[in-house]
């Protein structure tokens, strides 16, 4: 399991991220996940999750690198990305820490999709099997996490589900699951039905 460390070049600058409603209200969904086990720390330290929410059109704001075992975060553990780049594997943000590792496929979605508007990477055993065993929308599973091979073909998802909100496997990321929206309440409730669907099947 090699989750939580960061495959793009990143360049950091201090400064902090401005505290919004829609910033409070992920945080409030962070920390109901984190209470079901959907982000946190494996046994041999590596953590594991990450949400972001749409900043402007072409910014947002994650949660920090390494935040995984904390239950709730305070805005020193966020981070604004203020540009990034596929071609040059490259992200630029500001704040305290360092971006998520999984930045660049947050991006890739708000890029490919004007509306939406929060980004939730967790992860589940269940529903990871059941969303692969059932055929159901995941990336290849050659393609590891945090690369821009993953941004694209994430990009390629996106475009073709006209319809919000979004759930999809991440298969060359054991456990990696993504949902996307448009705001923090639906996409969060796709992934809470989608997780109990999981475990009565």
Request: glycine share 8%; hydrophobic share 40%; with cysteine.
């Amino acid at each position: 399991m090699d989750d939580g460390y960061i495959k793009y070049r990143s360049d950091r600058r201090d400064g902090s991220v401005p505290e919004t409603a829609q910033l409070e209200s992920l945080n409030q969904s962070r920390t109901d996940l984190f209470d079901l086990g959907l982000i946190g720390v494996y046994p041999d330290g590596v953590g594991y999750g990450n949400l972001s929410v749409r900043a402007t059109s072409e910014q947002f704001i994650i949660t920090a690198s390494a935040t995984g075992g904390s239950r709730i975060l305070h805005g020193g553990q966020y981070c604004l990305v203020e540009n990034f780049s596929v071609d040059r594997n490259h992200v630029q943000s500001r704040g305290p820490l360092p971006a998520s590792s999984e930045a660049m496929t947050h991006g890739a979605i708000y890029l490919a999709n004007p509306l939406v508007q929060c980004v939730v990477h967790v992860h589940n055993r269940h529903l990871f099997d059941y969303w692969l065993t059932n055929n159901r929308l995941t990336t290849p599973a050659n393609i590891p996490y945090g690369t821009p091979a993953m941004a694209r073909e994430v990009s390629q998802i996106v475009l073709a589900q006209p319809t919000l909100p979004v759930l999809f496997a991440m298969a060359g990321h054991d456990e990696g699951i993504v949902a996307y929206g448009a705001d923090v309440a639906t996409t969060h409730r796709l992934l809470l039905t989608e997780l109990e669907r999981s475990l009565i099947a």
